[in-house]
């Protein structure tokens, strides 16, 4: 018989973090799930944890060259016998209410296909909650969220670790773009909630890790690496206003990211695509100051997240 859920967690040198992730699902109040590791060619000694769980929930696949996130997340997908998909990433870490919630909301609204809940933010100094643009009065609820686009102008309400859905929803196995070596996640929601509507559990289950060594898609300058290219979802944003907001909020963002690491050019390139109108007063000042001011809001921004206050310009 096949398991109600197929967690899929993508591994690439987490030798220190595997196992409390493994443990994390193993110790799910729901039990009739599958986990399917995807080893992409770790280094270090990934694997060879991993292998010591002994757990017959557990399959191990292995790349035998390294194929970067989305397509080690496909190779997961394509292997899965669960109804719903679960992804985590390997580094974070489920309460162990999660899939019981997720269960809860896949049965609360049958019709909906895509399910999320909340999540908090962990560092070195300590977990750091995350302020969504979702009302105060809808915290501790299962919610719908029709219009993920506007919900998401800021600090994002799910995280990849935080995304299930139903395996059938999809024709092929290909499910994230294996071309986008960067913001994979962000192409998925930007495909996927266009026509999909989110059912949501606004309780934070899963604990995302910030900043951890090694993590797939956060190495090297971003200049360097293909991200989603916003110019193709035009015909999707066409008719939704919130999606176009959505776009250049992204845009903002990746402009200000690739102005710090030096990449004048490519921000440059970026900022002249961004319609000014969608994107607020902070943001558009952000845009247009010299570097070095930028490097010093962003010390300071980090100063003050050390001691747990999140400030941003959203």
């Known amino acids: 018989m096949s398991p109600f ?3 899929i967690i993508p591994l690439y040198n987490k ?11 193993l110790n799910q109040s729901f039990t009739d799930f599958e ?20 757990d017959k929930r557990i399959t191990i696949l292995q790349h035998k060259k390294n194929k970067w996130l989305s397509a080690t997340r496909n190779t997961g997908i394509a292997n ?3 109804t719903i998909i679960c992804l985590l990433d390997a580094d ?8 019981s919630t997720i269960h809860t909301l896949s049965s609360t609204f049958p019709t ?38 506007k919900s998401n102008l800021g600090q994002p309400i799910i995280c990849p670790s935080s995304i299930a859905f139903k395996k059938e929803v999809f024709t092929t196995t290909e499910v994230f773009d294996t071309t986008i070596k960067y913001a994979e996640d962000i192409d998925f929601y930007i495909r996927t909630f266009s026509k999909h509507t989110l059912a949501y559990s606004h309780n934070p289950l899963v604990i995302h890790k910030c900043d951890v060594p090694n993590q797939m898609t956060t190495s090297g300058k971003l200049a360097n690496k293909k991200f989603p290219d916003f110019n193709t979802y035009t015909p999707l944003a066409s008719n939704n206003t919130y999606l176009q907001k959505y776009l ?12 710090l690491e030096g990449s004048k050019n490519k921000a440059k390139e970026l900022i002249n695509t961004i319609d000014f109108n969608n994107i607020n007063k902070k943001q558009q000042l952000l845009l247009k100051l010299p570097l070095p001011l930028l490097k010093t809001i ?3 921004k980090s100063f003050m997240l050390k001691r747990k206050i999140k400030v941003s310009s959203y």
């Open 5 to 7: 859920f197929s967690v």
């Open 15 to 25: 030798e220190h973090y595997i196992t409390e992730t493994l443990t994390s699902v």
């Open 35 to 54: 986990v399917i590791v995807v080893n992409d060619c770790s280094t270090d000694n990934s694997i060879h944890v991993v292998q010591q769980i002994t």
């Open 80 to 82: 899965a016998n669960g």
């Open 92 to 99: 974070d870490i489920w309460e162990n209410n999660y899939l």
């Open 112 to 149: 909906i296909n895509f399910y999320g809940t909340d999540y908090v933010e962990q560092y070195n100094f300590g977990k750091v909650g995350t302020n969504k643009t979702l009302p105060k009065h809808l915290e501790g609820h299962n919610i719908t969220v029709d219009n993920f686009f």
């Open 248 to 259: 250049d909020f992204y845009r903002y963002c990746f402009a200000i990211d690739l102005k």
């Open 298 to 300: 962003k010390k300071i």
